[in-house]
């Protein structure tokens, strides 16, 4: 085949392609702009067939006003000076109808340089430039729907933390025009307390990594002043899923939090309201128990009738005792109880206590059984306040299984990440989780709501107090730690204690200090005494002085620091907790230490508060006694204290 041949073919096979393209029109022009060639696109998107349209102008296919400008033309002056033309607009069919067009004209060029004509290209981007102008339409729908919310702060950050828009609402919260913040940290309407700690930072990460963040906190406006907000930030990302930046909208709640505090304070004074009948209720009964018995008492002394004097007796020391119980009850349930806090191995003390849970239970059908953890983590916690916590909710669960069942005490490890920290309000980190459950009637959502306050209890009239869970849940929050309630009705309840581990381990400790000793008498150690109330000064000195011991009384600290910064014999202090004069019982011990350093020390309180007392455990050489307590158990724990 010659070279003419190949050249031939060559162009044969370039027609067939470019008559075969349908999506595009595809033609040539000479150099006066008249239609040269037509391929099937062509006679698609214009309506022409070749027959009607080869010689004529390609102005044909422009609007009027475009031919009246001269674009015709100026295309293909442009397409021969520069090398192409390129540009989008609105081009004629043969029935007159308009569609939205892309034109790429070419110069053609003989080998010699001179210019025999131009390729003109064209695509029909109807459809495309439909669908862009519904999006830039509905984008523009949707920017303005944002900018005429003024209830949210509705607002883009770009990937580093600046504002990148700005809406209506977020102006209104904030202060800052559009203007103003377009460009600076979303930082800055934070508190320093929030910019310190990292919140900010925290935020965006959260949000990047867990795909939203939502928080509410105080924030700040352009004046200074501080609004409480609702915060949800979520990150934006493209169609690769490269981050892009964040969507961020905030909503004021101050006026909702400023109701809810209202509705706080209202719950909390029905609530004071219920404690205090309550408690008028109780002590007024115990009360009158207690001066009609000693009424009796003295009537019968007088009437000389001695032998019936111990049965009143013993009913007025019962009513103090029930007293006692129901004031530690509610010290309890206050957080104010005094604690004796020791690293406590929950797996023992559950084995401990299981024998007495089922004598406690004591009712046939019901299983009782412990199950401990391997490698359980130690907690910081007083044994015997976790214990009568524990059969109390045993209790609980026996009378929610009238028919029988089991209960189950289990002690677990427990992680609390952020998410569960801030369900069960509680710090992150690590928990020993001592639980137990009953296979019991369960509790509907009404009565969980309630079952930690004071005085509510769903027993009959006379077989509870209503102050059993306030009693753990006090407990529980003193020892730095939470109470949750898992129930559905039908299906038992499992209520759970979560303490903090501790990092030390626990000791077994012998049980001697609890035992009370057959002799209590002292050998003429001498003990200082100062509490404001005469009456418990006059009782301690004369039990002490019966038991051998000689007694110095102070009124309160300042005097009681006196006689200890003299060269005074002082073996014991014995000093309440809350003194009149400037100086609390622990200030006192404090001070006495300074110049005697092993000098014994003994509380004595109504009730403690751990940043008086201590933090934690009490120091070496000193111990708790809690009021009211029995005068012969006092000599009893005295003579412990001088003797170790």
């Known amino acids: 085949m010659s070279e003419t041949d190949e050249e031939s073919v060559t162009q044969n096979k370039f027609e067939l392609l470019v008559q075969s393209v349908t999506d595009y029109a595809i033609y040539m022009l000479d150099p006066a702009g008249r239609v040269s060639s037509w391929n099937a696109g062509a006679s698609r998107f214009k309506g022409y067939d070749a027959g009607e349209v080869i010689g004529k102008h390609f102005s044909i296919f422009y609007t009027d006003e475009e031919r009246e400008k001269g674009i015709p033309r100026i295309a293909l002056r442009t397409a021969e000076r520069e090398g192409r033309f390129e540009i989008e607009g609105w081009r004629v069919r043969k029935d007159g109808s308009q569609f939205w067009a892309n034109v790429v004209i070419d110069p053609i060029r003989d080998p010699d340089g001179q210019l025999v004509g131009f390729a003109k290209v064209t695509r029909d981007l109807t459809e495309r430039r439909a669908a862009e102008q519904e999006l830039r339409a509905s984008e523009e729908r949707f920017r303005r729907l944002v900018q005429s919310v003024t209830d949210y702060a509705i607002y883009m950050l770009d990937p580093e933390g600046r504002v990148s828009s700005w809406n209506a609402g977020a102006e209104r919260f904030k202060g800052y025009a559009s203007e103003e913040i377009m460009g600076e940290h ?61 969507a961020k909208v905030t909503r004021d709640l101050s006026e909702k939090r400023a109701i809810e505090e209202q509705l706080r304070q209202s719950q909390k004074m029905e609530a004071v309201g219920q404690l205090t009948g309550g408690l008028a209720h109780d002590f007024n009964n115990l009360l009158t128990g207690i001066s009609g018995s000693l ?23 019962g009513a103090v005792k029930r007293a006692a119980s129901l004031t530690h009850r509610l010290l309890a349930f206050s957080r104010r109880q005094t604690l004796d806090p020791k690293p406590t191995d929950v797996n023992r003390l559950l084995g401990d206590i299981e024998e007495l849970v089922r004598r406690t ?284």
């Open 361 to 644: 239970v004591g009712r046939p059908g019901i299983e009782v059984e412990a199950v401990g953890a391997s490698g359980l983590w130690t907690t910081l916690v007083d044994p015997n306040q976790l214990e009568n916590a524990l059969l109390n909710l045993c209790i609980n669960a026996r009378d929610a299984m009238p028919d029988g069942g089991k209960i189950t005490l289990e002690a677990t490890n427990k992680w609390i990440d952020e998410r569960a920290a801030r369900k069960h309000d509680l710090p992150v980190g690590q928990y020993v989780s001592v639980c137990v459950t009953d296979t019991g009637t369960g509790m509907t959502p009404e009565v969980m709501a309630k079952a930690f306050d004071p005085f509510f209890t769903t027993k009959p009239t006379g077989e509870g107090t209503g102050l059993g869970l306030s009693m753990i849940y006090g407990f529980a929050r003193q020892s730095g730690g939470q109470v949750r309630i898992y129930s559905e009705v039908g299906h038992g309840t499992t209520m759970c204690i979560y303490l903090p581990r501790y990092a030390e381990d626990a000791h077994s400790e012998e049980d001697a200090t609890d035992s009370v000793q057959d002799d209590a008498h002292g050998d003429g150690e001498v003990v200082l005494v100062i509490d404001d109330e005469p009456t418990i000064r006059m009782l301690i000195a004369e039990v002490l002085a019966e038991s051998g011991y000689a007694v110095i009384e102070a009124p309160d600290g300042p005097t009681g620091l006196k006689i200890l910064d003299s060269t005074s014999r002082i073996d014991l202090l014995i000093t309440d907790v809350g003194l009149p004069g400037g100086m609390n019982g622990r200030q006192v011990a404090d001070a006495a230490r300074v110049n005697r350093p092993n000098l014994k020390v003994l509380f004595i309180t109504g009730y403690a508060e751990n940043a008086v007392i201590g933090q934690s455990r009490l120091e070496s050489g000193m111990f708790v006694m809690t009021k009211p307590f029995q005068m012969e158990l006092l000599a009893h724990r005295i003579r412990e204290i001088i003797e170790t």
């Open 186 to 246: 979303f930082s800055r309407f934070y508190t320093d307390e929030d910019k310190q700690a990292g919140i900010p930072t925290l935020a965006l990460r959260t949000a990047k990594d867990e795909g939203r963040f939502e928080a509410e906190g105080w924030r700040v406006r352009k004046d200074g002043s501080r609004f409480w907000a609702s915060v949800i930030i979520d990150p934006i990302s493209d169609d690769e899923g490269a981050l892009i930046g964040f």
């Open 295 to 317: 009424e009796i008492m003295q009537a019968r002394i007088a009437q000389g009738r001695l032998n019936e004097v111990d049965r009143y007796m013993m009913a007025a020391q």
